[in-house]
């Protein structure tokens, strides 16, 4: 056997058993979760009103419904107009667009903790939303917002050139062509960002109990604090009272996400064969 062919086999090996470890790892995880949790779905749990007794995790689920609405209401239009300017307005290797991207990614690695503290400081204090659900919203906009823009201009740079060129060939113009030939092409891509940004909306809890609070009760105004179910299954966790309902709070967390990805990944195919 040749050096290169040894090589080759050593790397395939490799890969194939890093792979194994992942799916190994995460199988443990999510079984773990499920026979703690799901023998403790109890009706109490899903009670409209949370008591110490049934600990329930309705007002943090609709609570979170909203969180997730509103942040992506403030952060995909916002990430999906600087990844057009970005990608089809701008001068390519211009120093603006590069400073831009490098800013984004820095922003992409920022601890969660950090974008906290600047809600507390600037929508909490400064801006005088008080602890709330918008404060948590728009904290959490910004936290998703490098990450929906980055996704959203590499999929409309990964839109073939001769799509803009025929576009531009049957007399359309430049924002016609944007928005009728490129972003339809681009929409599995970015809706994969989207729903990168709900999942990491969905698990947030550093950010959000320096800006949502953790009052467990359905938030009535965007001005009341609140918590998530994140935030409320690190609640139950910290008191340490109640564990079982921890684990049904996140068995429910990981239906949620589940949901998600299956409703995204179905929309994006749909766009994909161009059935929407």
């Given at each position: 056997m040749t050096t290169n062919r040894l090589?080759?086999?050593l790397t395939k090996c490799l890969v194939y058993a890093a792979s194994l470890f992942t799916v190994a790892v995460l199988l443990v995880i999510v079984a773990d979760i499920l026979r703690h949790g799901v023998p403790h779905l109890t009706p109490d749990l899903f009670a409209w009103k949370y008591d110490s007794v049934n600990v329930s995790l309705t007002p943090a689920l609709i609570n979170t419904l909203s969180m997730t609405l509103l942040a992506l209401l403030a952060a995909v239009p916002a990430g999906l107009g600087a990844a057009i300017y970005l990608a089809e307005y701008a001068a390519r290797g211009r120093f603006f667009v590069k400073a831009v991207r490098i800013t984004a990614e820095t922003l992409s690695g920022i601890p969660s903790i950090i974008y906290g503290l600047f809600g507390l400081l600037f929508f909490v204090t400064a801006c005088r939303m008080g602890i709330s659900l918008l404060a948590g919203a728009m904290t959490l906009a910004m936290m998703i917002l490098p990450l929906v823009m980055r996704t959203a201009e590499e999929a409309l740079r990964?839109?073939?050139?001769?799509?803009?060129?025929?576009?531009?060939?049957l007399g359309a113009g430049r924002l016609r062509t944007v928005f009728c030939v490129v972003l339809p092409s681009a929409v599995p891509g970015i809706l994969a960002g989207v729903i990168l940004g709900i999942g990491r909306i969905v698990g947030e809890t550093a950010a959000l109990i320096y800006t949502a609070g953790t009052v467990a009760e359905v938030a009535c105004s965007v001005f009341d604090s609140s918590r998530t179910l994140a935030v409320h299954m690190y609640t139950l966790s910290s008191e340490g009272l109640y564990m079982n309902q921890t684990y049904a709070t996140a068995v429910m967390l990981l239906i949620i996400t589940a949901g998600i990805n299956a409703l995204s990944s179905f929309a994006a195919r749909r766009f994909a064969h161009g059935s929407v």
């Open positions: 090589k080759s086999l990964a839109v073939p050139d001769s799509y803009r060129e025929a576009s531009f060939g």
